[in-house]
């Protein structure tokens, strides 16, 4: 059974930091794309990033290039997502997913397994 166990979310003022992680497991971690969405409410969810896009290329959303960035511990079967210079724009649901074929990183479609989501709210 896949699972992905999001963690770290939390209140934090604008300018700070976060460090999201997922915890994967059930499926070769090293096979899949994993990645992360968010959703701010009264929005349509957002992929922010994930570690490989179609061309092999991790993936960052315009909104949020050169303030986060993300990363795999293939031996704890981890990814990252580091959070700076936080806005008040990035309060939302962070939800991370994983897919064995996925190419469109920004596509919410290309991903099967969704975790749970952890919540970041971001005072201004």
């Known amino acids: 059974e896949v699972q992905l166990q999001a963690s770290g979310g939390g209140l934090v003022q604008a300018g700070e930091s976060l460090r999201l992680s997922c915890a994967a497991s059930?499926?070769?971690?090293?096979?899949?794309?994993i990645g992360w969405f968010r959703q701010a409410p009264g929005k349509e969810r957002e992929g922010v990033s994930c570690?490989?896009?179609?061309?092999?290329?991790?993936y960052y959303a315009d909104s949020v290039k050169g303030r986060f960035t993300i990363w795999s511990d293939r031996a704890q079967n981890t990814v990252y997502l580091q959070m700076n210079s936080l806005r008040s724009e990035d309060t939302a649901v962070y939800y991370c997913?994983?897919?064995?074929?996925?190419?469109?990183?920004?596509?919410?479609?290309?991903?099967?397994?969704w975790g749970q989501g952890t919540l970041v709210t971001v005072s201004s």
């Open positions: 997913v994983a897919d064995k074929y996925a190419t469109r990183c920004s596509d919410q479609d290309d991903f099967a397994e």
């Open positions: 059930g499926f070769p971690f090293g096979d899949y794309v």
């Open positions: 570690n490989s896009d179609g061309d092999g290329r991790i």
